[in-house]
């Protein structure tokens, strides 16, 4: 059985990898003075809270709380916004600017090229893969056939090292 991840000991690492303070957090959660700690000391939150606390500190949920990934983009309404606050120490964000929720085209556009960067990666590697097996089948039979394998041996390192 695998072990039981403590939300509230991942939110509390969230926060602290945030750089905010729980004073700080609780004003822009909007929740009493105790909560937070409460929340903390919980094996087990609301996913909604969870939701709302990644957003509001900009984290990526899926290295606190991987369960949530796919929730991230279905729990919360298309084109809905989370308020962070009116003061100037809201975490990177000027006064009452809200933070939408859906991915934007700059967030888009980085996912395709890095989607494309992967299959132009793994192709390469398959690539390389071959070109080994054919340096492999060509140096065998010239290093069967001279006198310890010079041959191969040159042709090994003048491609190898040009």
Same mark, same amino acid.
């Given at each position: 059985?695998?072990?039981?991840?403590?939300?509230?000991?991942?939110?509390?690492?969230?926060?602290?990898?945030?750089?905010?303070?729980?004073? *700080?957090?609780?004003?822009?959660?909007?929740?009493?003075?105790? =909560?937070?700690?409460?929340?903390?000391?919980?094996?087990?939150? /609301?996913? &909604?809270?969870?939701?709302? %606390?990644?957003? +509001?500190?900009?984290?990526?949920? @899926?290295?606190?709380?991987? *369960?949530?990934?796919? &929730?991230?983009?279905?729990?919360?309404?298309?084109?809905?916004? $989370?308020?962070?606050?009116? =003061?100037?120490?809201?975490?990177? =964000? /000027?006064?009452?600017? &809200?933070? /939408?929720?859906?991915? =934007?085209?700059?967030?888009?556009?980085?996912?395709?090229? !890095? !989607?494309?960067? +992967?299959?132009?990666?793994?192709?390469?590697?398959?690539?390389?893969?071959?070109?080994?097996?054919?340096?492999?089948?060509?140096? *065998?039979? $010239? %290093? @069967?056939? @001279?006198?310890?394998?010079?041959?191969?041996?040159?042709?090994?390192?003048?491609?190898?090292?040009?």
């Amino acid at each position: 059985m695998l072990p039981q991840i403590n939300d509230g000991a991942q939110l509390r690492k969230m926060l602290d990898d945030a750089g905010v303070s729980v004073e *700080r957090f609780r004003n822009l959660m909007k929740v009493g003075k105790n =909560t937070p700690h409460n929340w903390f000391s919980s094996l087990t939150l /609301p996913d &909604k809270h969870i939701l709302k %606390a990644a957003h +509001i500190l900009r984290m990526d949920i @899926g290295n606190y709380f991987p *369960r949530l990934v796919g &929730k991230a983009s279905t729990s919360l309404p298309n084109n809905s916004t $989370i308020e962070l606050g009116n =003061t100037s120490q809201d975490v990177g =964000t /000027p006064h009452s600017q &809200k933070v /939408p929720t859906e991915l =934007t085209d700059c967030q888009r556009q980085l996912l395709a090229t !890095q !989607q494309k960067l +992967i299959e132009t990666l793994e192709q390469y590697n398959k690539l390389l893969v071959e070109h080994n097996q054919v340096l492999r089948s060509i140096a *065998r039979p $010239i %290093a @069967g056939g @001279g006198a310890g394998g010079g041959v191969a041996h040159s042709l090994h390192n003048a491609y190898v090292n040009p």
